[in-house]
């Protein structure tokens, strides 16, 4: 039996720091995301089993704009407005994650290391 209210969930962080505070997300376009991955999906009438949201901070800002993809756990960073499409169709519709993207951790690494 499944439990999961959506098959996938996509958090796009849209965490916004205090100006001079290192590189955040909210200000590298997050909340454009969240509205084009939002768009794409109901275009596509995914967004009954495909839920689209803003996110805090994923802890990888450097690499942002980011979000994560589960139940899966792939986070992708630099995305752009032009990325959509590609996670859309190739991640969330065919389980293929978009490796060009995709970020990879070494267990236990601290943010600041990234």
Known sequence: MNDM???KHVFICTNQ???GAKQS?????G???VKEFKRLIKEKGLHV?????KA???DVCELGPALVVYPEGVFYGKVTDADVPEIVEEHLLNNRPVERL???FPANTPDEAL
């Not at 997300?25 to 376009?29: I, L, P, Q, T």
């Not at 089993?49 to 949201?53: D, L, V, Y």
Request: charged share 30%; net charge positive; proline share 4%.
């Open 25 to 29: 997300c909210g200000e590298a376009h």
């Open 17 to 19: 720091r205090p100006e």
């Open 5 to 7: 209210k959506y098959d």
């Open 102 to 104: 995709r970020l990879r």
């Open 56 to 58: 805090g901070c994923l």
């Open 49 to 53: 089993n495909i839920r689209a949201q």
């Open 31 to 33: 909340l454009n995301l």
